[in-house]
């Protein structure tokens, strides 16, 4: 028996592990400032509710029907009449406070990458202008996602 349990062990020992093999891994896409822009039925009725779970107003015209809230790094837009659904929104070139990055990939090279990848846009921004633009996709759910540049391009 323990001829068996040496001859085991021994030959468990002489069996070739596979060797890792290191995945490529692309470097992160940088989106820029992200925010869940929210399709709202009253906006008034909304903003109550999400300052009550700490969200305070920093942006936007509630006369105009929008509004961007913040609670610590969360980021929500309330937007009434503007759009059917919610939308994920990305917007190249900001930081979480709404402050200019010093360095980003504008809104028409993102594009371009996520194109090349095989992804089908719902809307594209003008590749011959520069500065604000935006473009919009969907994912495999039907979730849309609105990649929105409000800075101008770098030099």
């Known amino acids: 028996m ?9 030959l468990s020992g002489c069996v070739a592990t596979p060797q890792k093999t290191e995945a490529k891994v692309e470097p992160a896409m940088q989106l820029g400032n992200f925010s ?50 919610n939308i994920l929104t990305f917007n190249p070139g900001w930081d979480n406070d709404g402050k200019q990055l010093p360095e980003y990939k504008d809104v028409r090279e993102l594009q371009k990458i996520i194109k090349a990848k095989g992804i089908k846009l719902l809307s594209e921004a003008d590749e ?6 935006y473009f919009m996709l969907e994912d495999p759910d039907g979730n849309q996602i609105l990649i929105d540049q409000h800075v101008p391009a770098l030099d």
């Open 128 to 133: 011959s202008t520069s500065g604000p633009a």
């Open 2 to 10: 323990k001829v068996i349990l040496l001859l085991i062990v021994f």
């Open 36 to 85: 869940v822009s929210l399709a709202v039925k009253d906006i008034a009725v909304s903003r109550a509710f999400y300052e009550k779970l700490g969200f305070t107003v920093r942006g936007g015209d509630q006369a105009q029907n929008w509004l961007v809230l913040q609670n610590e790094s969360t980021i929500i837009g309330l937007f009434q009449d503007m759009f059917e659904q």
